[in-house]
Structure formats: structure tokens, C-alpha cells
Nanobody, 123 residues
Framework: QLQLVESGGGLVQPGGSLRLSCAAS????????IGWFRQAPGKEREGVSC????????NYADSVKGRFTISRDNAKNTVYLQMNSLKPEDTAIYYC????????????????WGQGTQVTVSS
């Protein structure tokens, strides 16, 4: 069964950090670009970041540039999202998704999606 599983979410105070993980099972991520998305209550899903299959190319939404870092460890079949200087507006369910492409962009069509992990930033 092909599956993506996110973990690492939780409750954190403003200014704090979290590292999300996206682990794949049933397939290897080596040939997939990976994207992180989030959806807050009452809002549309938005793209946060993505990384090429090799890890050599990354993209970030303007709202998270300089605060979030995406990386991948293909040997562990896992992609990470390091989130620093978190703000209340970062509160959302975070999802990872995989696309059978080398590069990623806003036009990338993702084939596999995880179930999401909740991130809450609050004092």
C-alpha cells in the first residue's frame, strides 16, 4: 500500500520551532518531488514549500521564507519541514504530497497525499 505519513505536529508557543516529517511506505521517494501544504480552518489549502527529487531545488511561499526549511533524506525515505519563528497564523493542518516529477512548482500535480498533522501556534 502506497502511503505518506506526516508526524511532528503539536502545540508550540509563538517564536517556537517544530520539525515535521513525511515518511513514505510502499514506494521510494527517490523519484518524487515532495510538497508541503497547509490548510487553516475556513481557509483554502495553500502550498508552503516543495523540494525536487534530488533535493537540489526548493521553493517556498513568501509567508514562510526565511523561517521554514525543507529537506529530504532519500536513504530514510523521508522529507522534513523545519519550522522556526512560528507565528499564530502558521496554525493549520500540514500535509505532504508526492509527485512523480524531478522539479516542483505551483503547477505540479501531486499524486499521493498524507493524512495531515496539526500544528497549533498559541500562547
Amino acid at each position: 500500500q502506497l502511503q505518506l505519513v506526516e508526524s511532528g505536529g503539536g502545540l508550540v508557543q509563538p517564536g517556537g520551532s517544530l520539525r515535521l516529517s513525511c515518511a513514505a511506505s510502499g514506494f521510494t521517494l527517490d523519484y518524487y518531488a515532495i510538497g508541503w501544504f497547509r490548510q487553516a480552518p475556513g481557509k483554502e489549502r495553500e502550498g508552503v514549500s516543495c523540494i525536487s527529487s534530488s533535493g537540489g531545488s526548493t521553493n517556498y511561499a513568501d509567508s514562510v521564507k526565511g523561517r521554514f526549511t525543507i529537506s529530504r533524506d532519500n536513504a530514510k525515505n523521508t522529507v522534513y519541514l523545519q519550522m522556526n519563528s512560528l507565528k499564530p497564523e502558521d496554525t493549520a493542518i500540514y500535509y505532504c504530497a508526492a509527485a512523480p516529477d524531478y522539479y516542483c512548482s505551483v503547477l505540479t500535480e501531486y499524486r499521493y497525499w498524507g493524512q495531515g498533522t496539526q500544528v497549533t501556534v498559541s500562547s
